[in-house]
């Protein structure tokens, strides 16, 4: 069990320090910030494969280790994207816990509190080839197509009529990108929509998910809800922007779009 929780500094949470609070017995702490690429200024980018093996590693968890992630923000905020890193570097056995904290508070199940230590496993990560998109891929893709490109953030964050919480950034979207927000892939209570729900919300928003889709959001972790979504409705290719917008909206070279999706 992995408590993967992260919140972005305006919600005024401490992730680490909720989960030393009380947590879902056994779980050990994936630490987003920390499981990012350090050489980088840009948030949460995919860190190399021996480093996430080696923290991994260190957390107890093993290459035949069965993985079940959750998060504590009700709309699988984070929890997706450590589902995608296991994912991405060749861990198969993981899964997303429905719900999420919430719903084990709901149930009214035990918590532990502290930090759980394990003995180090051997965890072995190798990059799978498809997994992310480069800044560069992106670009031509809003010049010639072939990917649908999908926006994870807020609509008013994706119209540019919200500011982002990043400072230094442009408002607006990758232009052709379609509008799906990843709190309205689950519902008031924070579980996952059922498939034919999930289809329909993406047909709604002009995605089909037969086809590849390219997803981003802020920083590359709710766009990973996203990504969980297709993967539920057994999507062919569903792959990720990693700079997403705090790459895309800071440059000047870059185009933008303001406004709902056409």
Known sequence: MVDASWYLPSAGRDAEAEYLAGHIPGAVFFDLDANSDPSTDLPHMLPEAGDFAERMGKLGIGDEDDVVVYDGSGSNLSAARAWWMFRAFGHDRVGVLDGGMAQWRREGRRLQTGRVLYPAARFHARL???????????????????????????????????????????????????????????????????????????????????????????????????????????????????????????????????????
């Open 128 to 262: 799978r080839l498809g997994q992310v998109r480069t800044l560069a891929e992106v670009l031509e893709l809003t010049r010639n197509g072939g990917e649908q490109l999908v926006d994870a953030r807020p609509a008013g964050r994706f119209a540019g009529r919200e500011p982002e919480p990043r400072p230094g950034l442009r408002g607006g979207h990758i232009p052709g990108s379609r509008s799906v927000p990843s709190t309205s892939l689950v519902d008031a209570e924070g579980l996952l929509l059922p498939p034919e729900e999930l289809r329909r919300r993406f047909e709604s928003a002009g995605v089909d998910p037969a086809r590849p889709v390219v997803a981003s959001c802020g920083s590359g972790t709710s766009a990973c809800a996203v990504l969980f979504a297709l993967h539920v409705l057994g999507s062919p290719r569903a792959t990720l922007y990693d700079g997403s917008w705090s790459e895309w909206g800071r440059r000047g070279d870059t185009p933008i779009a303001t406004g709902d999706a056409g």
